[in-house]
């Protein structure tokens, strides 16, 4: 049950919850950290949002004709006001069909700009392995493989094999 305690607006020294949680009644509101000094360009000091929870990745191509199936799909993320940290771990157990390039979609929160992120670990693709990701502003992840010690392309779906694994973890802005 949840008690309501009335404070004294503002009080000094340390104050400790010792049973339960402390509970933001209101939505937009949260920790102020505005007695900090300000950077140049500050555009906020108030932690308003915080959240754990599970996605469901998958692999996709650019022209939505491949069929897979999964010995896993997984991910976690964790959402600390505009940063999203997620993980990703994909194995699949067939792969069939598609054309264009690789995709991996159903992150669980669009992402407001380009970021990139590295792959720990990428196994069982015919060539061009995946080494990094950029994840875009319409949701999609796009793997990307080495072409050459200049250059990086996209995976094309043709080298993601039968068994296929991939696990990246990955922080993007919303």
């Known amino acids: ?82 940063l999203v940290t997620i993980t990703c771990v994909i194995v699949l157990s067939s792969k069939s069909g598609g054309t264009g390039t690789t995709r991996v979609g159903g992150i669980p929160f669009v992402a407001s700009a380009v970021s990139s992120g590295a792959i720990g670990f990428a196994n069982n693709y015919t060539t061009g392995k995946p080494d990094q990701i950029l994840t875009f502003a319409d949701g999609t992840i796009i793997p990307y493989y080495s072409s050459s010690a200049t250059a990086s392309a996209q995976l094309p779906i043709s080298h993601v094999g039968n068994t296929s694994a991939l696990y990246f973890t990955m922080s993007y802005i919303v």
Request: aromatic share 8%; proline share 5%.
């Open 1 to 82: 049950m949840l008690k309501t305690v009335g404070f004294p607006s503002t009080r000094s020294g340390n104050q400790t919850i010792v049973d339960g949680d402390l509970v933001i009644g209101t939505a937009g509101r949260g920790i102020d950290f505005s007695a900090d000094p300000h950077p140049a360009g500050m555009t906020s000091e108030l932690l308003d949002d915080y959240e754990e929870g599970t996605w469901t990745p998958t692999i996709t191509s650019s022209n939505s004709d491949v069929i897979v199936a999964y010995s896993t799909n997984s991910g976690t993320y964790t959402k600390i006001g505009r």
